[in-house]
């Protein structure tokens, strides 16, 4: 029935309950932890911990991973994306009556698919947008939209930028010259599709950069760096 509340009467079997979960967390958890539920059916687990961190000011954080569950006679079956996903945006901005969450409360959350890429294909498979993803998660906790083109940053570490440049050409490397300056900053990290060619033409324009390939940015962060 709680899961019918939110969802509008979209059925999900045997979701755990609310209070069952919730009385879990509030004795397992301190207010900045982070939770992360490898099974997360329905979503309970984040229904939960939102209304556990709007009653004791905590700030706790929650990872959910579930799979499509699809099958050969259901296809498009996607609990994740249907149920899941579904009820947390429900649940943040309110439903029946019952409040949504702030980002202090945990409000907000990035929906993230799995991509598997074999080792030998990632030269060729690795884009810009599955980087902006990982290196937004790895470097600044957060997942940025990936704007089409350009130069996109990332995160600030130190006296250094990373950044990510989806095509190098010319208008990326005037950019890409001009942004210590522009920003503040003495050095930049670069992810990009031709990381040698962009090296050499940072280092001929005096800027102090290293320059990354996409490859490296999905691959940074894998067991035995491998894709």
């Not at 309970?44 to 006679?73: M, P, V, Y």
């Not at 208008?171 to 920003?183: F, Q, R, T």
């Amino acid at each position: 029935e709680e899961v019918k509340s939110v969802l509008g009467g979209k059925a999900f079997p045997y979701p755990k309950p609310l209070s069952l979960l919730k009385g879990l967390l509030e004795q397992a958890t301190h207010k900045e932890d982070t939770v992360l539920d490898f099974f997360a059916g329905s979503g309970t687990t984040a229904h939960a911990l939102l209304q556990l961190n709007a009653e004791d000011g905590g700030q706790r954080r929650f990872i959910l991973c579930s799979s499509t569950e699809a099958t050969d006679k259901e296809q498009d079956k996607n609990v994740c994306r249907d149920v899941c996903a579904a009820r947390v945006r429900r649940v943040m901005a309110g439903y029946n009556g019952n409040p949504g969450f702030t980002v202090e409360q945990g409000g907000e959350f990035a929906y993230l698919k799995l991509n598997k890429l074999a080792p030998a294909d990632l030269p060729f498979e690795a884009k810009p947008d599955s980087a902006a993803a990982l290196l937004s998660l790895r470097m600044a906790h957060a997942v940025w939209k990936f704007g089409e083109g350009g130069v996109q940053h990332i995160a600030r570490a130190d006296d250094y930028d990373i950044l990510l440049c989806a095509e190098v050409n010319a208008n990326a490397v005037d950019e890409l010259a001009a942004w210590p300056k522009a920003h503040g900053v003495q050095r930049l990290a670069v992810y990009c599709d031709r990381p040698v060619a962009l090296q050499e033409a940072l280092e001929g324009r005096g800027v102090d950069a290293n320059c990354h390939s996409l490859g490296e940015a999905l691959l940074a962060g894998q067991v035995g760096g491998r894709a």
